[in-house]
């Protein structure tokens, strides 16, 4: 897969902007991709120095539309942590 595909977009929530201050951003990422190639990915596009990566998955829920139930959503988050120091100055607004 290609490095700069693997990141989605940044999931800036209320509680994402509260783990910026200790060092750590949130992406919403391909489902398939490894915790290796989101730390490659991060590295590359903004270039820091990735800690660690925890990855979250949230699973779709059932809808109702009409008569008709159907799956909606479902979304695969990782958290990176970046060593002390290094910032990402995507979300801090410069």
Known sequence: MDIFKILKKPLIT???SMLQGQGKYVFEVYPRTTKTQIKQAVEVSFDVKVEA?????IRGEMKRIGQN???V???RKAIVTLKKGETIPLFEGA
Do not use: P
């Open 14 to 16: 209320e509680k994402s």
């Open 53 to 57: 990566v925890n990855i979250i998955r």
């Open 69 to 71: 139930w159907r799956k």
């Open 73 to 75: 959503g479902g979304i």
